[in-house]
T-cell receptor, first 114, second 116 residues
Framework: EAQVTQNPRYLITVTGKKLTVTCSQN?????MSWYRQDPGLGLRQIYY???????DKGDVPEGYKVSRKEKRNFPLILESPSPNQTSLYFC?????????????FGQGTRLTVV | AQSVAQPEDQVNVAEGNPLTVKCTYS??????LFWYVQYPNRGLQFLLK??????LVKGSYGFEAEFNKSQTSFHLKKPSALVSDSALYFC??????????????FGTGTSLTVIP
């Protein structure tokens, strides 16, 4: 089954403790991205990757890191999480970064930083 | 700035009645518009997209959307609502240009409740 898989689905952590949220897609998509969803703000892009070893900042990259060593994986790293990073996170992928291609989304990771 | 707006946070409709979820856009150049649906505890699912051509776009689950260039709108519609259509709906535009990654810009979402 074609899908984007995120892990974990739920995570509660403490301020400053490094964490990684994994994202994997099995559709051989070139383009992957991370979003955070907050009430009243919709989804905002954190980072994106056009292909392996090519990553760039989205609209809200502060406090986050990513890597794209393999085509299928695009982990999101929070080196020192803070409470304002409490949010619902989505990984997405699309076949190409072309304008007319839709994105496929993972099921989300709900992160709480206390 | 290129963006989309969803003017209604909440839409309620009776089962069997037609539904409309509104979206307006602001882009330079040709718009690439999308609708996604989010069910509780699930990721976003693609419903339909407008790239070019017919102004009426048909998508999944009986949904359709009407592109109106003069009004810069892309409203989502369904002739007869089902209780199972109750969900959060997002309009999105895909933005072009250097250093943007052709990223999606999402509206703030509209919560649709279909009343039995």
């Amino acid at each position: 089954e074609a899908q984007v898989t995120q892990n974990p689905r739920y995570l509660i952590t403490v301020t400053g403790k490094k964490l990684t949220v994994t994202c994997s897609q099995n559709m051989n998509h070139e383009y992957m991205s991370w979003y955070r969803q907050d009430p009243g703000l919709g989804l905002r892009q954190i980072y994106y990757s056009m292909n392996v070893e090519v990553t760039d900042k989205g609209d809200v990259p502060e406090g986050y890191k990513v890597s794209r060593k393999e085509k299928r994986n695009f982990p999101l790293i929070l080196e020192s999480p803070s409470p304002n990073q409490t949010s619902l996170y989505f990984c997405a992928s699309s076949l190409y970064p072309d304008m007319n291609t839709e994105a496929f989304f993972g099921q989300g990771t709900r992160l709480t930083v206390v | 700035a290129q963006s989309v707006a969803q003017p209604e946070d909440q839409v309620n409709v009776a089962e069997g009645n037609p539904l409309t979820v509104k979206c307006t856009y602001s882009v330079s150049g040709n718009p690439y518009l999308f609708w996604y649906v989010q069910y509780p505890n699930r990721g976003l699912q693609f419903l339909l997209k407008y790239i070019t051509g017919d102004n009426l776009v048909k998508g999944s689950y009986g949904f359709e959307a009407e592109f109106n260039k003069s009004q810069t709108s892309f409203h989502l519609k369904k002739p007869s609502a089902l209780v199972s259509d109750s969900a959060l709906y997002f309009c999105a535009v895909r933005r072009s240009g250097r250093n943007t990654g052709n990223q999606f810009y999402f509206g703030t979402g509209t919560s649709l409740t279909v009343i039995p």
